[in-house]
């Protein structure tokens, strides 16, 4: 079973393959183990899950803020006619 933290940082990466879809998921990883470094000091193997939570939910947020306006709202539902 994965854990909670494990399965979080999954899917936020997924968001970011689908917010970045030119950049393969190995140029993803080497661009997360840069913050990480300098935030904590370790290298991707030495990061906890919960220091690399944090960088890839902060990479995903900078990455939405760049995206134009209609990226960053929320699908609407549709309502019945």
């Known amino acids: 079973m994965i854990p909670n933290m494990q ?9 970011l393959c689908d917010l970045s879809p030119d950049v393969r998921l190995g140029q ?9 470094e300098d935030q904590t ?7 906890e899950d919960d220091q690399l939570l944090a ?3 902060h990479h995903h947020d ?20």
């Open 55 to 57: 960088i890839v939910h």
């Open 62 to 81: 900078e990455l939405k803020q760049r995206l134009p306006a209609t990226h960053n709202r929320k699908p609407q539902q549709a309502t019945a006619s």
């Open 28 to 36: 993803l990883l080497a661009h997360l183990g840069f913050p990480g």
């Open 7 to 15: 399965r979080e940082a999954l899917t936020v990466l997924a968001e």
């Open 41 to 47: 000091g370790k290298s991707l193997w030495d990061i």
